[in-house]
């Protein structure tokens, strides 16, 4: 089987890009054609949420599956939070028998914040274990039980990691811990506060963690003073810069997305010098026609 | 719904209507020293003189209009002078959270009410009874009483 | 050797807590009391235990009569929550002489009718007024006591309210040839009358006469208050008539023993009237122990008056006057100036108001009674707070109108039982077998001022304050 | 302790409306800590029940009964006497006490009066904390003592997760959260390194995903 | 007032018994001030670092902070301190208050203060701060109106504790029995097996032993624990002759004939039914469960003559014991602390009317006998009139509750005071008065009760009587050296020392401490 854009690209040491589209509440396809169009060709690969924010959307393997056969390559969510072990592997396997082969193992944002607050979640395993799971299906071919599989799902595999959650002084041991249990990338949370980052990507340096993982780092390019306040206050594990907030404010509103992408900008170009960081990540929430536009203004395109 | 109710009976005049009202009074006795001193207006005073008015639980205070109380009136020493240290500000609490239930059955957690006096002041006792008779004009007998 | 005379008791509940000393003070916001170790399950006293069960139906803070104050719940409880206190409403029990240990004591009396005892020394202050400066005396080593308390020896504590004959005469062959004079005897110098307040309905006077009468000793009482139910008890009543209505009662003095007359103007012409109504009648007269009554005594003694009952007021004071002088000293100078006239055989001498402790009975004997009367600890007995709501029409708390008669006759005669062997201890440590020779026996006691004198006055000089100081 | 809280009184009050006489059965152990249902309480949602009935203008004879124990035979059996008389019963009770009341009196109907929450602890006067799920294998060793199963929202076995800010979990923000306490503890035992482990999936099992569980003690059973 | 010169000089330097930290029995000692810490508290553990009096402890490793112990705290006037937790606390979690408690807590006698100060020198061995009054009570009476005059500072006399005797002796007669002298003016008085729970009789006799002193058995035998503290405990011979046998009688260093009890005089003892255990009975060769009576008085004493003969008998059986003859005070106190010099006695014991007891009648306990401060006076004048006080060992008991009123009884004119009440406050008893009630004391001292009475160890007993003396022998000492004297002996008859409030003038009335007065709910 031959392996992913997104391996190949990482695997060559090149500078991977990639972005984020979330599946429509509702069955149309259609949607999540049209924002995977805007990214083609712009990024190595497209990560499709899994029921982001805990809000019932079109399943992540779908809408993976519609960008396979658009050409794209995908990055399938899958959240421990709504799916016991039995459910997981059988999504595993599907998942791959459907084309995709780049997962990223999350344990999910809490139900409630959803739109199902008062749904049950599942949490039988947590992200850690599911990065286990995958790695021991994909290179022993076994699955949890340890039943042989007759065609074992060769998945890139990937997990979030946040550097600005707390505590800080435990989240590279977090790191440590993911990679041993065999992740192959890693992306952040969406980097604001980059002392902060910096920090942790040396300590990660430190342990010898960039050496045996691909760091993308996140970043979401703000589309206005209030936005930014708002992430600042409300969502949890996301830091962003006192004087950054400023800066938003300081220009006048229609000229503030500008002002975010320039942001943006600055912080790919520095996270770019980072040693040990293998590419970036695009969150633009519903936002993606800005993504190919960045990707360009970084200087970041073509995409190999 | 409830509520609608209390004021249907209480409206209805008769007995409910024309007895006089009747006021209890939890209090420490380092507030007040007794409720003699209150009696005479126009109204019935049930007097429950107490160590330290943390000891009127819950259920106490709502015995008292079970027991055909209209208002029940707790007083209790001023802030940091109770005896227990704690005593007052236990009883507040007790006394919101059993508004709260009055509020809830639909007599109504106004008839129900805390005032810190110091002791020897029966002036402010008494003020506090007449307050309180007059608030019943308003509000008019309890309907489970 | 008269016929060994002794009061049995009945043990005979409270038909209301009784107003206990102690309330605790505890935070339930730091426990909901289900503690394995709690304190309310291992009191000693299992005072608790009630209030478990109790709390359901409790209208209002339930404070612990039983509670004995050991402390134990305040020292143990793991949370340290507790706090004892004295329970409110016991503090504004009774007053400054009626204390509140007093009456929780009568209750307690009366309802088990055993004496109060207790360990530990006397908590009380050294001395104060009235018969607490009284200590009474005891024998030792040369005068040995009386071993009267638990029936090893009888102490005789019967007394008479009749008139002695002054003199017997005898036949030549050593017979008696003078008459023998009727006599009117009470087996413990205590005699019970009718309160001057309380909530006195039927059955509470009924319950006074048949105590009384269970006693053999009697009821003084207003004879507007006798009806029919009341003839059980004729023999140990005491009518209690003026000069202007005792004719009116006229059938009842004839069924009579003794009668008590009102001291006023015309009241020799009474006492010739009642006699006239009953020959046989033993007359008491009833004056106030006021500043006139030692002369008035000294008068009445020389008529036909067998007793008299002479009152003081509820707090034991002299009356009529703004500086009264205690009912010890009233007693002793109604006493002495009898017995200075040479007179004091010829009377009997009853005291009442104030008479609130057994110790009262002994120290007023002593003091030169022939035997007291109490009113007020009857109403105790009955459970009365001595709130004196009823004087204001008041509904009275523990419903005096509505006790039983026999619950009533037990809790009086318990009490009478309580104090019949408290006196006994008193005149046991006396070595005094005889109540009859107690009276006025003031050898037998020790007063505060005598002693500060005799053993304090030669080591600090002379006392420069008046009173217990 | 099993930790509970009084239903709403209207949701009671409905709940017993159609009869006329009831019982209101309270428990003395762990409902009684948390003040969700010992003799106070009985008393005050009888005293509450009976004014608000009264109101309307309703009588309901309520009797009031306080049990060492509602999941104990022994204990029970002291109401015998007080719930032969009603055709329903209010208890006061963890749910493991409402069902042994049921079951041995079925001639009654039961109506339960406390939510059951947790296990958990008194952590401070008039505060009770969740401390346990009950999933039947401990293993809080691995977690310097502080358990991520009944004390993360997302039960995670690495935690924390992204959410976690300032020591408090995203999901309650006065909440700690578990895997900030499990990392100050391994930190201020110099035991951090030990947290890198990985801790292999759950047997849940011995959780009440094995279905209702037993404990069973031959050698008690005789 | 003659001065009485003693015979007998003890000398050298008295051997003090160690004092060890023994503290409560119960969780929550009850103290002069509330001390609350409110949920505020961070536990940061400040004040514990702060407070020198041991007010708030960490234990250890546990997070939590613990409750303080209120009854160390020095309570309002720790303000003017720089470790003042109130005003350091940096959260302001932590309250001080006077603790309402102390309404309920003792009597006019015994004040709360004196109780509780007694258990902080049980507990320590020394003397409580200064907030606590435990010299005076509020009986307005007797001890509680005397006062020691104002020392002239001149007299002062500077020596150390270890150099001031306060030992005194118990047999001046010179009869050919054994000179007894015992190192503080003070003994343990009478108290029955049966009464007062083994462990804490064989206690105190444990720590007479280490104080160099006595204690007495009471009228309730003589039980086989006490056998090792023999030549420390007295036989009393009462009027039920309870468990009196040769062999007990041969034990010990000093017979006691007990005549009357100051709380119950003319009375006999009682012993409830619910008392009488098996081992009770045994040692009372009586029934168990059967209530007992000493009957009163000695049927075999009915005059001074058989009163003599009665002392003969025990001298005859013991040679080398003393005698010593516990009488209550009635008015004729003097002639029979005469009548028991000629009986032959070396000691003569006169227990007041406020004396303690297991279980007395109140109307015996308030109203019969003279209190013991009439006594004193009245039996020393009379003893030196007649010329035996020097022969004579004079004990006074009853309501004799503290150190300066042992010093008061032995400047009116007695030897020594026997002390029973005292030594159980040590015991933290707090004088409920319910020694006999239910099964018995609830706090393990004057019990049978199998289940109550384990609650108190012969090692505390010991311990804490041994701290309670070692605090007053220090207000002895220091009594001592501002008259000027280097014995406790020498103080005896020097009531030219004493005041008495109510023989003062007004203005002679201000320099002394007032009568405390206070009106308590009794």
């Known amino acids: 089987m031959s392996r992913g854009k997104l391996e190949q690209t990482l695997g060559e040491g090149k500078f991977a890009v990639t972005a984020e589209v979330g599946p429509p509440r509702g069955a149309n396809a259609e949607v999540i054609l049209k924002k995977a169009a805007l990214l083609k060709g712009c990024v190595d690969a497209v990560n499709v949420t899994d029921n982001q924010t805990a809000i019932v959307r079109m399943s992540s393997i779908s809408a993976c599956a519609h960008l396979v056969q658009l050409g794209m390559e995908p990055v399938m969510q899958m959240v421990t939070r709504d799916r016991n072990r039995i459910a997981l592997q059988s999504d595993i396997m599907g998942a791959y028998s459907l084309g995709i082969r780049n997962m990223l193992c999350l344990s999910g944002d809490h139900q409630t914040f959803g739109s199902e607050p008062g749904a049950m979640n599942v949490h039988d395993i947590d992200s850690v274990h599911l990065i286990h799971t995958v790695k021991t299906m994909r290179d022993e071919g076994r699955d949890m039980s340890g039943y042989e599989l007759n065609v074992a799902p060769r998945m890139f595999i990937g997990a979030a990691e946040n550097p600005f959650a707390d505590p800080f002084e435990y989240r590279v041991i977090r790191l440590a811990k993911k990679v041993a249990a065999g992740v192959d990338f890693i992306q952040t949370q969406c980097v604001y506060d980059m002392a902060r980052f910096k920090e942790w990507m040396k300590q990660a340096r430190d342990r010898g963690l960039t050496e045996k993982v691909y ?41 503030a997305a500008a002002e975010g992408i320039k942001i943006c900008l600055e912080t790919i170009q520095e996270l770019r010098e980072i040693p040990g960081l293998s590419g970036i990540h695009i969150m633009a929430i519903e936002w993606e026609e800005k993504v190919a536009e960045i990707v360009k203004a970084a200087g970041l395109f073509p995409r190999p | 719904m409830v509520m609608e109710k209390v004021h249907r009976m209480s409206n209805k005049g008769g007995a409910a209507h024309t007895r006089k009202p009747r006021i209890t009074v939890f209090h420490c006795f380092t507030a007040l020293e007794d409720t003699a001193s209150l009696e005479g207006g126009d ?66 957690g106004h008839r129900l009410n805390m005032f810190n006096i110091v002791q020897g002041d029966e002036a402010a006792a008494r003020r506090i009874i007449e307050q309180t008779v007059a608030e019943l004009g308003e509000w008019g007998l309890s309907a489970a009483a | 050797m008269p016929k060994k005379y002794s009061i049995h008791a009945h043990k005979t509940d409270p038909r209301f807590p009784p107003i206990g000393k102690y309330a605790t003070v505890e935070f339930r916001e730091d426990c909901a009391g289900s ?384 104090w019949h062997n408290q006196l006994l201890e008193v005149m046991g440590a006396c070595g005094i077998r005889e109540a009859r020779r107690m009276r006025g026996e003031l050898g037998r006691s020790m007063w505060f001022d005598d002693l500060e004198r005799d053993s304090f006055g030669p080591v600090f000089g002379k006392r420069k304050v008046t009173g217990i100081g | 302790m099993i930790v509970g809280e009084q239903k709403p009184l209207e949701e009671i009050k409905a709940k017993v409306s159609g009869y006329s006489r009831i019982l209101i059965l309270g428990c003395g152990t762990c409902v009684k800590t948390c003040f969700a249902g010992g003799e106070d309480e009985v008393a005050t949602l009888a005293s509450a029940l009976r004014l608000s009935f009264k109101l309307e203008g309703r009588t309901i004879q309520i009797e009031e009964q306080t049990v060492e124990r509602q999941c104990e035979d022994e204990f029970i059996k002291e109401a015998a006497t007080n719930i032969a008389e009603v055709k329903a019963v209010v208890s006061l009770a963890c749910g493991a006490g409402v069902q042994m009341v049921a079951s041995r009196f079925p001639q009654v109907t039961l109506l339960p009066g406390v939510n059951t929450t947790f296990i958990g602890i008194l952590e401070k006067a008039g505060l009770f904390t969740e401390k346990c799920l009950g999933c039947g294998n401990c293993i809080v060793d691995l977690f310097g003592g502080i358990c991520p199963i009944g004390r993360c929202a997302k039960r995670l076995f690495h935690g924390p997760c992204g959410g976690s800010s300032k020591g408090k979990c995203e999901v309650n923000p006065d909440t700690d959260c578990a895997w900030q306490l499990i990392v100050d503890h391994a930190a201020a035992t110099g035991q951090l390194d030990k947290l890198a482990e990985y801790v292999p999936p759950k047997d849940w099992r011995t959780s009440q995903a094995g279905g209702p569980r037993k404990v069973h003690r031959e050698d008690h059973e005789i | 007032m003659k001065k009485v010169k003693s015979k007998v000089r003890c000398k050298g330097k008295q051997q003090l018994p160690e004092v060890v930290q023994t503290p409560s029995r119960y969780r929550n000692p009850i103290g002069k001030f509330l001390v609350k810490r409110n949920a505020k508290c961070v536990s940061c553990g400040l004040c514990a670092k702060l407070c020198p009096y041991g007010v708030h402890v960490r234990s250890g490793k546990y997070t939590q902070p613990m409750r303080p112990l209120e009854h160390k705290c020095i309570g309002t006037k720790c303000q003017a301190n720089d470790f003042y937790c109130v005003k350091r606390c940096p959260q302001h979690a932590l309250s001080v208050k006077l603790n309402p408690i102390l309404d309920t807590i003792g009597d006019y006698r015994w004040s709360s203060e004196m109780i509780l100060a007694h258990w902080h020198m049980a507990e320590t061995g020394t003397l409580p701060s200064g907030e606590l009054e435990y010299r005076l009570g509020y009986s307005n009476g007797g001890f509680d109106k005397i006062r020691f005059r104002i020392p002239d500072p001149k007299e002062y006399l500077d020596i150390p504790d270890e150099e001031i005797d306060t030992s005194i002796c118990l047999n001046k007669r010179n009869d050919g029995r054994p000179v007894r002298m015992i190192s503080h003016p003070c003994y343990g008085g009478g108290m029955s097996f049966g009464s007062t729970s083994l462990s804490v009789l064989v206690g105190r006799a444990r720590a007479a032993k280490r104080l160099n002193s006595f204690t007495c058995t009471g009228e309730g035998g003589y039980p086989d624990a006490f056998v090792p503290y023999r030549d420390n405990i007295i036989t009393q011979v009462a009027t039920g002759l309870f468990g009196v046998r040769e062999e007990t009688l041969l034990h010990t260093p000093m017979i006691e004939f007990k005549y009357a009890q100051g709380a119950k005089p003319g009375l006999g003892g009682h012993l409830l039914g619910d008392k009488v255990t098996p081992e009770v009975a045994k040692i009372r060769e009586t029934v168990v469960g059967s209530s007992l009576f000493s009957p009163f008085p000695f049927h075999s004493v009915y005059s001074v003559e058989d009163h003599k003969k009665h002392l003969d008998w025990v001298k005859e059986v013991n040679p080398r014991a003393l005698v010593s003859v516990k009488v209550s005070t009635p008015s004729d106190a003097d002639m029979v602390a005469v009548g028991s010099y000629y009986a032959g006695a070396n000691v003569i ?174």
């Open chain 3, 35 to 418: 503690c394995r170790q709690c304190v309310k399950k291992r009191c000693v006293f299992h005072i608790f235990r009630d209030n478990f069960t109790h709390w359901s139906t409790m209208s209002e803070p339930e404070y612990l009569y039983t509670c004995k104050s050991c402390y134990r719940c305040v020292e143990e409880c793991t949370k340290g929550i507790f706090s004892l206190a004295i329970n409110p409403e016991y503090r504004t029990l009774g007053d400054d002489y009626w204390k509140a240990g007093i009456i929780n004591s009568t209750w307690a009396q009366a309802h088990t009718g055993s004496i109060p005892v207790s360990g530990a020394g006397y908590r009380g202050p050294f001395a104060a007024e009235g018969f607490d400066s009284i200590w009474t005396d005891m024998s030792e080593i040369v005068r040995p006591t009386r071993d009267g308390i638990h029936g090893r020896e009888y102490i005789n504590t019967m007394v008479e309210l009749s008139k002695r004959p002054m003199r017997l005469r005898f036949n030549p062959d050593g017979t008696l040839a003078s008459e023998e004079a009727p006599v009117l005897e009470i087996p413990l110098p205590v005699v019970l009358q009718q309160p001057a307040f309380g909530v006195l309905s039927k059955t509470v006077l009924l319950a006074m006469a048949a105590a009384a009468s269970s006693v053999g000793t009697l009821l003084f009482i207003k004879a507007e208050e006798y009806t029919p139910f009341f003839s059980p008890y004729a023999a140990h009543l005491v009518p209690c008539v003026t000069k202007d209505t005792y004719a009116r009662y006229a059938d009842l003095i004839k069924g009579s023993r003794m009668v008590e007359i009102a001291y006023g103007p015309g009241l020799d012409e009474a006492l010739s009237g009642l006699k006239a109504i009953n020959p046989d009648l033993f007359i008491a007269v009833g004056l106030p122990l006021d500043s006139a009554a030692a002369g008035r005594a000294g008068e009445l003694a020389r008529t036909c008056v067998d007793t008299l009952h002479l009152t003081g007021s509820d707090y034991g004071r002299e009356v009529g006057t703004d500086n009264p002088r205690h009912l010890k000293d009233m007693i002793r100078d109604v006493h002495l100036a009898l017995v200075g006239n040479r007179i004091r055989h010829r009377i009997n001498l009853v005291f009442s108001g104030g008479i609130a402790l057994a110790e009262h009975v002994a120290k007023s004997l002593i003091c030169g009674a022939d035997a007291v009367g109490i009113d007020l600890p009857l109403l105790i007995a009955l459970e009365c707070r001595l709130c004196k709501r009823c004087t204001q029409g008041k509904r009275c708390p523990v419903k005096l109108e509505a006790v039983e008669l026999d619950w009533g006759k037990n809790r009086i005669v318990n009490l009478l039982a309580a």
């Open chain 1, 215 to 255: 760091i993308l780092a996140g970043v979401t390019p703000l589309k206005s003073a209030r936005m930014a306040k708002y992430m600042a206050a409300k969502v949890a594990g996301i830091t962003i810069p006192e004087q950054m907030i400023t800066r938003m404010e300081g220009v006048a509103k229609e000229h």
């Open chain 5, 349 to 522: 014991h006169f227990d007041g009317s406020y004396g303690g007891t297991g279980a007395a009648p109140d109307i015996a306990k308030k109203n019969i006998a003279m209190p013991i401060e009439y006594a004193i006076p009245k039996v020393h004048r009379f003893l030196v009139a007649e010329g035996v006080r020097d022969e004579m060992c004079f004990m006074a008991s009853g309501g004799i509750r503290n150190a300066m009123d042992v010093a008061k009884a032995i400047a009116l004119g007695a030897d020594g005071a026997v002390i029973g009440t005292a030594d159980l406050i040590a015991l933290e008893c707090v004088r409920c008065s319910n020694c006999e009630s239910g099964r018995g004391c609830a706090r393990s001292i004057a019990t049978t009760d199998a289940e109550l009475g384990k609650q108190i160890s012969e090692e505390y007993t010991e311990q804490r009587l041994v701290n309670m003396y070692s605090a007053w022998r220090r207000q002895w000492c220091e009594l001592l050296r501002q008259y000027g004297m280097r014995s406790i002996k020498e103080l005896v008859g020097r009531s030219d020392l004493l005041v008495n409030m109510d023989y003062l003038d007004e203005e002679e009335r201000q320099a002394y401490q007032p009568t405390p007065k206070k009106k308590l709910v009794l």
């Open chain 2, 43 to 108: 109204y019935e005073i049930q007097g429950i003189k107490m160590p330290c008015s943390s000891i009127s639980r819950e259920v106490f205070l709502l015995r008292a209009f079970e027991a055909g109380a209209d208002a029940v009136v707790v007083l209790v020493c001023p802030v940091n002078s109770c005896r227990y240290v704690q005593g007052n500000i236990r009883t507040e609490k007790r006394v919101t959270r059993v508004k709260k239930i009055l509020d809830e059955i639909g007599i109504g």
